[in-house]
């Protein structure tokens, strides 16, 4: 090789002609590799002088006491949604007793996702917790073939398989749009979360529920999707009102989104709750500083991040089995829906 530089598992997994999954899985001692391509990884290894940095670490340890956080989003992303400020807190306070370091690790691109991929495959960390999980999202599934401890702040769908915390979206949901129903609103519209992603399909699955008791038809039209910021719920309640300006009332299925919801209700000269009532989701703090304060259905963000670390920690060093848990929510009544 030119250079001093040391040998990567990519450099392996090139040299080898595989994948870098298959050299995980050789380093690791995994038997789900065939005879054929663990001879070639063996040589290549043998041929660079390949030390993993966690074989060299377990020398001493087979832990490396660091755990990642990762979450696919951007900075700009991650500072503007109170969602992921009160998690890290959550996964802080349940680290701050061990001598366990967090990395906080952001995916934007490909080459920080190939970064991560190295990262994890090569056990430079004893587990993932993994946030802002999408349908079509490849980590998960990267995550689960290396073979390395990891917990989700969600899941992908009703069949998940990894270990999992996750809110009750869809009771919560539903208890949400109750309360609008007894206030006497009929003409119920909502704004979703991303249809690729768990929590916006059962959010939007409470609200069709809540309908569906009552006997009152969810009208497809009262839909519209929105992507859990701030403009997206101002663009979607405009389109909600442009399409349906007799709507009385609209659950938004986070309180970053209402608030950009009720902006442009303000806009267009509606009262809030006279002419429309309004839910939030989360009960982050935005929800007493609106004005009027939102009702919002709050979910136990802290508490959910320090369920991911306790379950994450009962794999890595009891060998827990897979856990997966889902968090009470509550609704709280507040003046934009008394």
């Known amino acids: 090789m030119a250079g ?48 993993p940095n966690s074989v060299a670490r ?49 995916v934007r691109d490909q080459a920080e996702r190939d970064q991560l991929t190295e990262s994890v495959t090569a056990r430079r960390v004893d587990g993932v917790l993994l946030v802002s999980i999408r349908s079509g999202d490849r980590l998960p599934a990267v995550l689960e073939e290396t073979g390395l401890p990891t917990v989700l702040a969600g899941r992908r769908d009703a069949d998940e398989r990894l270990s999992y915390v996750t809110c009750d979206n869809t009771g919560g949901a539903t208890e949400a749009v109750r309360h609008l129903l007894r206030g006497g609103r009929t003409r119920i519209a909502t704004i979703t979360g991303p249809p690729d992603m768990d929590v916006g399909r059962s959010r939007l699955a409470g609200w069709r529920d809540a309908h569906h008791e009552a006997g009152i038809p969810a009208r497809e039209q009262l839909i519209e999707a929105g992507d859990f910021t701030e403009e997206s719920g101002r663009r979607a ?52 500083l609106t004005d009027p304060p939102l009702t919002t259905v709050r979910q136990p963000v802290e508490e ?29 009544v507040r003046k934009s829906s008394p």
């Open 237 to 288: 309640m405009h389109a909600l009102l442009e399409r349906a300006p007799d709507l009385d009332a609209v659950f938004v299925a986070s309180d970053l989104m209402a608030v950009g919801a009720l902006s442009e209700l303000r806009r267009q000269k509606r009262k809030i709750p006279d002419d429309v009532a309004i839910v939030g989701f989360e009960d982050s703090p935005l929800a007493r």
């Open 58 to 106: 377990g020398l001493v340890t087979d832990r490396t006491n660091s755990v990642a956080l990762v979450i696919p989003e951007s900075e700009s992303r991650l500072g503007a949604e109170p969602f992921f400020a009160a998690l890290i807190r959550g996964v802080s306070a349940a680290l701050a007793e061990s001598r366990t370091q967090l990395q906080l690790t952001l």
């Open 4 to 51: 001093n530089r040391r040998p990567t598992i990519k450099t392996v997994a090139a040299r080898a002609g595989v994948g870098r999954t298959t050299v995980s899985r050789v380093v690791n001692g995994s038997h789900q590799v065939s005879s054929d391509a663990r001879s070639r990884v063996l040589a290549a290894i043998k041929e660079l002088n390949y030390v």
């Open 304 to 332: 959910l991040g320090r369920t991911m670390v306790r379950i994450l920690t009962d794999i890595t060093q009891h060998g827990a089995a897979r856990q997966q848990l889902t968090l009470p929510t509550e609704l709280v």
